[in-house]
């Protein structure tokens, strides 16, 4: 069994950081991308950043581009997202994702919530104004 266990969430004024953190554990398993998302309460899950596992090509939402930061310890088998200049419409859960060991051209990363298979509890980032 494949667990993901995100961590750093919470409240922080605008235009402050925060780097959250998300750690693989149980089984060995292979993937192609780790990634987050981001789910307010009554919108769908939609995507922030993921990161090609072996490689470490990045790939961003607009939204986010500029401001966030994702990036992988392979040795702690962790993904990271540093978001600064945050904004009250960062506010939301944040989930951690890892998708399966399906190929991928250079050019193509993984950006639809179907397209990962392990998915973490999530962690509430607050963005005050």
């Known amino acids: 069994q494949v667990q993901l266990v995100e961590s750093g969430g919470g409240l922080v004024q605008a235009g402050g950081s925060l780097r959250l953190s998300c750690a693989a554990s149980?089984?060995?398993?292979?993937?192609?991308?780790m990634g987050w998302f981001r789910q307010d309460p009554g919108k769908e899950r939609e995507f922030v950043a993921t990161?090609?596992?072996?490689?470490?090509?990045?790939y961003y939402a607009d939204s986010v581009k500029g401001r966030f930061t994702i990036s992988r310890d392979i040795a702690k088998n962790t993904v990271y997202l540093q978001m600064n200049s945050l904004k009250p419409e960062d506010t939301a859960v944040y989930y951690c994702?890892?998708?399966?060991?399906?190929?991928?051209?250079?050019?193509?990363?993984?950006?639809?919530?179907?397209?990962?298979?392990?998915w973490g509890q999530g962690t509430q980032v607050t963005v005050s104004s």
């Open positions: 994702a890892a998708s399966g060991n399906t190929y991928y051209s250079s050019n193509r990363y993984a950006t639809g919530r179907y397209e990962y298979d392990y």
């Open positions: 149980g089984r060995t398993f292979s993937r192609a991308f």
């Open positions: 990161i090609r596992w072996s490689g470490g090509n990045t």
